[in-house]
């Protein structure tokens, strides 16, 4: 069978090579000019493009445009210029000074926690042995921070100056194999303007420039930054297994035993080297897997087949545009999470008690690429399962803070099932996901990785079911929608088919959001742009679901270069102050580039309409007659009800006469004893607060600076219906608002 399998193969090979050679004459009597391109595609493709009707194919392919943007029929054969458009895209997104930030932030994160999960998961088993070996990997702080710096630095470095050049942002046969696809490509549109032909140069030309932009330094510094922060965790890791593996050698006593402080140290330096290639990166399989752990980059079963169904429908990408760090975030929640699911052997290995063979051992070891030999392979199973033990002891812990902290009112989550009431709470000042420290200002705990998933999901479970509506199922099956869908889909790749539906269903307002998101990502630096207006002006601003107020509205730093036509700023209905603006700059500049924002306290006005889950907010869309407001006289009418106070004094009125917590207990005692109760009328309280409501903005309204404006505007409509009615054409023009 083999022998006959063989001289199969050798036959292939031969016909292949006689066929490419009577093809390569063919060409050079037939169409000489071509001859050169299809000899060079024909060895950077291994004799799989061997006639011209294959190097044509090949060639549309990669200088393809719009028939590679939407559907791809043939994704084997990738479009230079769609790779090089949407690596300027991808640069553009990424060009925040705080995105780096908040990588480094999310990294020593997960860094730190690896050998506090260690000795948790160490100290529970009573393991002393991984508890010694952690301690000595751990200890040499000042070492390691050093490699890792001196590595960060030359990654930089190297990335700045030829992102190819570095492994961490593309392996090397992917590096030669664009440099190959570029040169045949530039060889047949050199051919082919030789005959007349200039389309293939023009787009050759394209894709060449859309990779020169790509590969500027200043443009991609957020991409070369987290490549950068990349190197730097993998130098952290690698001092730390070199120094492991030292560790593993003297404990097996021999020569290995007697080592001096001065040769354990150029033992560890040696090994350490040895995890390095010749280009200066490190390639070791147990630092690769770890570090690409910690970097949300591993790539999984889920991110392949998503990738290969992106690339067959690029229309997709827009819409799924990091779907492997969405992945790898559900991943990290679920290695954490008390019980995991869909993930072989984790729970296994955190109970106690629980028996491996030393074919499993190896097994689960060299999934991972943890470097072991027959003398230490239980010592490094024994330490990868205290780690997987002290990770499920991180969660449960993370959890049973959560329910303290939530106990004593200073705890978020993501918020109320209820749309309404969740908008409600946003507006006042409510901040998702934050807990409030000893100062009474609310503190941001997204950072804290998968750490913070269990805090809300713990915060929203005891949120929701804490509310005043009945526990109808219809109540509980939103509530645990809702918990599911905040905790798990949003961050999952499903939460980009939201957008995407709403936008292919034709709502306009979301396909204005969305197109001006993208079209600002289109344009060079798009993270920068937005971050610079969330330090100049975070305030939030009155606009229109239109493109280009939308457009303006993510890049706020042009109101500083054109005040004349500045964006109308928000102000908050209940004390007439710009919403989201700070005055102190350090505020500002805190909240644009730290990870950990930092809110205000929540004035008791504002928590007793949170406590009483109040569901109306004033709206300002139409005039008394249907005439519609422009973001300017929004702007106006929220800031004239905050400043006069109507509604704010009418609140503390109804505040001294009932108490937020003793109307909920009336409301849930009732309720114990069988009656059925509507929140909506009890005690007539959100009567009395949407009396009070309408009460301000009417005033608001009536002393609105241009009325007369609006009047006008009434009756100019009137009559143009009268027009239209009686088949005439409108005597006043329409005004698209």
């Given at each position: 069978n083999a022998q006959e399998q063989t001289k199969d193969a050798l036959k292939n090979i031969v016909n292949r090579a006689k066929n490419s050679a009577n093809s390569l004459r063919e060409i050079s009597k037939s169409r000489p000019e071509f001859l050169v391109p299809l000899q060079m595609a024909w060895e950077f493709s291994d004799g799989n493009i061997d006639t011209l009707s294959k190097l044509h194919n090949w060639v549309n392919n990669s200088l393809g445009t719009a028939s590679k943007a939407f559907i791809d029929l043939q994704p084997e054969i990738p479009s230079q210029i769609m790779q090089g458009a949407w690596a300027n895209i991808y640069n553009s997104v990424l060009s925040a000074f705080s995105t780096p930030i908040k990588a480094f932030a999310g990294n020593t994160v997960l860094m730190l926690q690896k050998p506090i999960s260690i000795f948790a998961g160490a100290a529970m088993a009573g393991d002393m042995k991984t508890i010694k070996r952690a301690a000595y990997q751990y200890m040499a702080v000042g070492d390691t921070f050093g490699k890792a710096l001196k590595h960060m630095g030359t990654v930089y470095r190297k990335a700045a100056e030829d992102p190819t050049s570095v492994g961490y942002i593309m392996r090397e046969e992917l590096t030669y194999k664009n440099e190959a696809t570029m040169d045949v490509l530039h060889s047949f549109a050199m051919k082919s303007q030789e005959i007349g032909e200039d389309g293939p140069m023009v787009l050759y030309n394209m894709a060449e420039t859309m990779q020169d932009i790509a590969n500027h330094p200043w443009l991609r510094f957020g991409a070369n930054a987290m490549t950068a922060l990349d190197g730097f965790t993998r130098a952290t890791l690698a001092n730390v297994e070199a120094r492991g593996r030292v560790y593993d050698r003297m404990m097996r006593g021999g020569d290995s035993a007697m080592l001096t402080p001065g040769q354990i140290v150029d033992a560890e330096n040696e090994v350490y080297a040895k995890m390095f290639d010749k280009n200066g990166m490190i390639t070791d399989k147990a630092v690769d897997y770890a570090s690409r752990e910690i970097a949300l980059n591993l790539d999984t079963d889920n991110v392949r087949s998503l990738s290969g169904m992106i690339q067959r429908a690029p229309f997709l990408k827009p819409f799924l545009m990091f779907p492997r760090t969405a992945d790898n975030m559900i991943g990290m929640v679920n290695k954490f999470s008390p019980v995991s699911v869909f993930i072989r052997d984790y729970n296994k290995l955190a109970l106690p008690g629980q028996k491996f063979s030393g074919d499993d051992m190896v097994r689960i070891l060299q999934e991972r690429g943890i470097q072991f030999d027959r003398s230490n392979v239980e010592q490094a199973f024994n330490q990868l399962r205290a780690e997987i033990r002290g990770r499920k002891a991180i969660g449960m812990a993370s959890i049973l803070g959560a329910a303290y902290m939530f106990t004593q009112d200073r705890l978020h989550g993501n918020g109320h099932f209820d749309k309404e009431r969740q908008k409600v709470r946003r507006q006042v000042g409510w901040k998702p996901r934050s807990f409030q420290g000893s100062d009474g200002k609310w503190y941001s705990y997204e950072f804290l990785g998968p750490m913070a998933d269990f805090i809300s999901v713990t915060a929203d479970i005891m949120d929701n079911m804490d509310t005043i509506d009945s526990d109808k199922g219809e109540h509980l099956m939103a509530k645990m929608g809702f918990i599911l869908g905040a905790n798990l889909t949003n961050k999952s790749f499903l939460a980009g088919i939201e957008p995407m539906n709403d936008v292919l269903s034709g709502n306009q307002a979301a396909v204005a959001r969305w197109s001006s998101n993208f079209a600002s990502s289109l344009v060079p630096m798009s993270g920068f742009r937005s971050e610079l207006g969330r330090l100049m002006s975070p305030e939030l601003r009155e606009v229109d679901q239109e493109l280009f107020q939308l457009f303006h509205n993510r890049n706020k730093f042009i109101d500083v270069i054109n005040p004349d036509h500045k964006l109308p700023t928000a102000f908050d209905w209940v004390d007439g102050r710009?919403?989201?603006?700070?005055?102190?700059?350090?505020?500002?500049?805190?909240?644009?580039?730290?990870?950990?924002?930092?809110?205000?306290?929540?004035?008791?006005?504002?928590?007793?309409?949170?406590?009483?889950?109040?569901?109306?907010?004033?709206?300002?869309?139409?005039?008394?007659g249907g005439v519609d407001y422009t973001p300017e006289e929004r702007s106006e009418l929220f800031r004239l009800m905050g400043e006069q106070g109507v509604f704010r004094d009418e609140l503390r009125r109804i505040m001294s006469n009932v108490d937020a917590q003793k109307w909920r207990d009336a409301i849930k005692a009732h309720r114990e004893e069988g009656h059925s109760i509507d929140a909506q009328v009890y005690a007539d309280l959100y009567y009395e607060v949407n009396r009070a409501l309408r009460w301000a903005k009417d005033e608001a309204e009536s002393a609105l600076s241009n009325a007369d404006e609006i009047q006008e505007r009434r009756y100019r409509m009137d009559y143009n219906e009268v027009d239209q009615r009686r088949g005439l054409e409108p005597t006043f023009p329409l005004q698209n608002r």
């Open positions: 710009p919403v989201g603006y700070a005055e102190d700059f350090f505020t500002r500049f805190w909240n644009t580039y730290m990870p950990m924002k930092v809110a205000d306290g929540i004035t008791p006005e504002r928590q007793f309409l949170i406590d009483i889950e109040f569901d109306s907010r004033p709206t300002f869309a139409k005039a008394k």
